[in-house]
């Protein structure tokens, strides 16, 4: 029943809505025909017909080829989603890379561009502001590259999403200890940057958000997960980044700071952090400290000498499974997850992590279901990372209203 106050959706307003219906259907089984999608969403199938066919002429589905299904009746034609168009652009800015993805409505990565670059302060008496302008100004102009590339193949942005380490809040980061980062307005500063390099694209909608929470969207929605929609996931950067998906959704906390997880202290004596704490999880398990610890150049440095036995590679990495082993046990009790998906760096270490973190997770899980043979602890799929997340939550936004993106062909 309708609340009094709220207004009755008109015609126009219906049909948006069943465009949206029609179009993320088609998305989320990538073939179908018309009559199976009437079948799905509940409406008629000259209904669906009359949807499919604008949707067609807009640019958002393409239909080819015949299905027989086995039963009476025509074939039906093959519905997909359109490879041109609407794209989602994503933007990875982390310590020492940045990664830029323009993601089609079938979610396919048509654009991919990664460029290793220290974006740390280099001068702690420098103007931090300026190092921040600098760095989303380098990330600005990877992503134009992109874009021109994505133009050859007929793909045009929607939005774009950054993906950030740190807080993240209201377009800015609020916080960003491994990058010397406070205060900064991040989504202004990189329109300002795209803009100047291609003008086309002022006024492009920009959203921002954590990067380890566009990581948990990417293995949401393109990940190897099956039936999973609650879970922890963590990914193994310089530091540590952490989010929560609950029933399909982050967990963002009041202010949507929640999944600091590197940041949960594991040994209250242990060395300073970046954040002006002490012995908090990335310093044990982040990069940078286990490549420190153990004497390693680079994580394949790093894997290669624990393959070989090597006591300082074993030492370190058996410290950064007991100290994560600790603080997901933590996390493990107060949310009670399916499953805890490890990314980043981790997939690559797993056979030395994993150990003492199960061994870890079964002494502390109160629920008993952490035993080291329960499967609960997962490497991230190979398919995603933060970038894909951010361009997916643009492409989130063309299903649930495609009229707002809309630009019929040939206009």
């Keep these: 029943m309708n609340h009094p106050t709220e207004p009755k959706a008109d ?32 409406l008629t199938r000259p209904a669906v017909s009359s949807l499919v066919e604008q949707l067609l002429d807009l640019g958002f589905l393409v239909e080819s080829g015949k299905t027989f299904s086995g039963q009476a009746g025509r074939p039906g034609t093959v519905l997909k989603p359109a490879d041109t168009g609407p794209a989602g652009l ?35 008496d420098a103007d931090a502001d300026a190092d921040a302008a600098g760095v989303l100004a380098r990330a600005a102009r990877i992503a134009a590259e992109a874009l021109e590339a994505a133009a050859a193949l007929r793909l045009a942005p929607a939005g774009a999403g950054l993906a950030l380490p740190g807080l993240v809040s209201g377009g800015s980061v609020r916080q960003a200890p491994n990058l010397g980062w406070n205060e900064v307005p991040a989504e202004t500063l990189f329109a ?27 293995e949401l929605w393109f990940g190897e997960l099956g039936d999973l929609r609650t879970f922890l996931h963590l990914t193994g950067e310089i530091g540590v980044g952490g989010a929560i998906v609950v029933h399909g959704e982050l967990l963002r906390g009041a202010h949507g700071f929640a999944g600091e997880i590197g940041h949960l202290v594991v040994d209250a004596e242990g060395p300073r952090c ?22 390693a150049d680079d994580v394949p440095d790093l894997a290669r000498r624990a393959e070989a036995g090597e006591p300082r590679a074993l030492a370190a990495l058996a410290e950064a ?8 046990s933590g996390a493990v009790n107060l949310l009670d997850p399916e499953a ?33 043979d329960a499967g609960r602890l997962r490497p991230a799929s190979t398919t995603t990372d933060a970038s894909r997340g951010a361009a997916a939550l643009v492409l989130h ?3 649930a209203d495609p009229l707002a993106y809309a630009t019929p062909i040939g206009g």
């Design 90 to 124: 994503g933007v990875e800015i982390n310590v020492d890379y940045v990664t830029v993805c323009v993601v089609d409505l079938t979610g396919t990565d048509r654009v991919r561009r990664t460029e290793h670059l220290d974006n740390r302060d280099a001068d702690a």
């Design 397 to 399: 936004d063309v299903l």
């Design 274 to 295: 970046r954040c002006g704490s002490r012995g908090c999880l990335e310093q044990y398990a982040g990069q940078a400290a286990l490549l420190a610890a153990a004497g």
């Design 321 to 328: 499974g007991r100290m994560l082993g600790r603080a997901l």
């Design 192 to 218: 300002e940057a795209l803009t100047e390099l291609r003008p086309g694209t002022a006024g492009l909608p920009l959203t921002s958000d954590n990067e380890a929470n566009m990581a948990a969207l990417a």
């Design 11 to 42: 015609k126009s307003g219906v049909r948006r809505h069943n465009l949206s219906l029609v179009l993320r259907t088609v998305h989320e089984a990538g073939e179908t025909t018309r009559a199976a999608v009437a079948a799905r969403v509940g």
């Design 340 to 372: 805890v998906v490890l990314g980043g760096i981790y997939p690559h270490l797993l056979p030395w992590l994993t150990p003492a973190l199960t061994a870890e997770l079964a002494d502390r899980a109160v629920s008993g279901l952490w035993t080291p």
